[in-house]
Every structure is written in C-alpha cells, then in structure tokens.
C-alpha cells in the first residue's frame, strides 16, 4: 500500500497549464499571417516560400518569409491551428529546412521543406 497521492501537484501544473494558456490566447499579436499546406498531412512537412518567380520580369523576387512584415505565421492543420513567432519561422527553415523548387506554370517557387516536428522542436526552445 502506501502509494501517495500527487492529485495536487497534478492540479497545480494542471492550472498553470491554464494560466499559461490564457496568456497565449490574449497576447499582443501584432499580425498574423495564415498558411495552410495541402499535403502536409501526407508529407509531415510543411513549405515555407522564400521566393517567387515573375513572368513578367522573367526574375525571381523574394517572397514569403523573406519578406513577411508578420510577427507570427499561423498553420491550420485539419483542426490543429500553430502560431509561432516569425523569428522562430526562420531559425527552423535555417536549422532544419531542406530546399525546394516548386516548377509550376504560373506559379513556380523557391523555398525550404520542415518537418512539424522540427517547427515545433525550435517554437518550443
């Protein structure tokens, strides 16, 4: 017998975890910007476009995070949302992101593929 109890230090993390939470939910976002990725379910990665071509300049401009103004990105995943800092956007693409070129008519681009895992393994450091 003898097992003790650590329903209240469960309750206490448990309201931290609320507390915390809170402060997620009401903190001072200045701007958000939404992506959804349709395979990333199929892939585990999601794309971050750093630059676009231009068929009319015939050039590649930057784009997407290189030049967002944003203070967060957010993901939708089905119905999972991850908002991270910007900041934390690019440490990823820097320290896991792996190069793409998307060719595509009209639309080619150029960025870095992440695991979510890893988005997550840098948002949360």
């Not at 976002?29 to 071509?53: A, F, M, P, Q, S």
């Not at 015939?58 to 990105?73: F, L, N, P, R």
Request: glycine share 6%; aromatic share 12%; proline share 2%.
């Amino acid at each position: 017998m003898g097992s003790k109890s650590d329903w209240d230090l469960d309750l206490r993390f448990g309201q931290e975890g609320e507390v915390a939470a809170n402060a997620l939910l009401t903190a001072p976002i200045e701007t958000v910007e939404v992506k959804r990725d349709r395979r990333w379910k199929d892939t585990g990665n999601l794309y971050i476009e750093t630059d676009c071509w231009s068929d009319v300049r015939q050039e590649w401009y930057w784009s997407g995070i290189t030049v967002t103004k944003a203070t967060h990105w957010s993901f939708v995943l089905e119905d999972i949302l991850i908002t991270v800092p910007t900041d934390k956007i690019k440490l990823a693409v820097k320290t896991y992101g792996i190069f793409k070129e998307m060719n595509r008519p009209k639309y080619s681009t150029k960025g870095y593929l992440i695991t979510v895992d890893n988005l997550c393994r840098v948002a949360f450091v």
